[in-house]
């Protein structure tokens, strides 16, 4: 994150940018910075901020303080006509009674007709809708139609494209295909994408970095594994994934940068918090799932490590083996692993379960 930020001067820089409607502020406080060839997405629940933030960068609304420079430019003030940005709304916003090199042409009317002519094909080429030029838009398919409004967004050559959840339209197996296409295309073109999403897995596909938002605020900045692997709050941690959330108290620390976590039925290693927090606290334990592991509960033989627990329930998924355990608390821990293991630790196992302690990361409660 250092060398994109500090090695080369960002394409686009926000700094203090905030927003309000009303007494409340819809975008608060945002800074960011952004590479050159970067694909980012704004993920964040329904209502964070990510579209006022999108449009404050293409210049739809202007903020109430902070600063929107692109390279050396400070785009401050200017309207959205004027700054080498463009975006793609949700609903595509396509005209419904002009064929699709129309719709895709409507940029560029300012250029010569040949030259005209020539773009739209190139464009249309790329988004492999050249058979479709004289269509209607509403005689096209949905993942057609959001690549006429990408060819249309991209008519310009924006140095930024921004995408406001491009593929919700979608279905499923449509939308993966899609994902793959449109950071197919941002390779070879090299503009700059920020694409908001609400569905982490799209941020996944999508995203070199990704800013998680809540209220206004990006909370978190990252690759996603490093998201997912390494949240720095509950909410980080909830919104990339199912997760275990284990309560206990903050015990002291260890070498190698872990700590001891005291919890209801004994004692458990994790990383230590990146928070600042002291021998005592309260704090929960995140560990996902997929990380958790089990083992023969062989208490009495004197070997045995792990937290004792109870098999509640085990569910076949096709791809993994989902299963719900509960500690002696009664709290539940849920545990998923390859279909393999069908068979072992059915419900009413008693079993120990463990899990590296590198995999689990300790959050302020
Ligand atoms: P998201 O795209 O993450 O769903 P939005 O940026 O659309 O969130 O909205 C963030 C907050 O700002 C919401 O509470 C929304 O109601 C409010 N908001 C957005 N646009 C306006 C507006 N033009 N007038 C008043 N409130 C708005
Ligand atoms: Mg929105």
Redesign the pocket.
Known sequence: MAATTEASAPLLRLAGVTKR?GGAA?VDAVDLALAENEVFCLL?P???????LLRLIAGFEQPDAGTIRLGTQDLTGLPAHRRPINMMFQSYALFPHMSVSRNVAYGLADRPRAERAARVADLLRMVRLEDFADRRPDTLSGGQRQRVALARALAREPRLLLLDEPLTALDRALREETQSELRALQRRLRTSFIV?THDPEEAMRLADRVGVMAQGRIVQVGATAELYDRPASRYVAGLLGDVNLIPGRLGPGEPGGLRAVEIASGSLRARSPAADLSEGDAVVVAVRPERVALGPDQAGEGATVGIPATVAERVFLGDRIARTLHLGDGSAVRASGPPEGADAFPAGARVRLRFAAEAATILPA
């Open positions: 409607f819809a964040g329904s209502g964070c901020g990510k579209s006022t908001v």
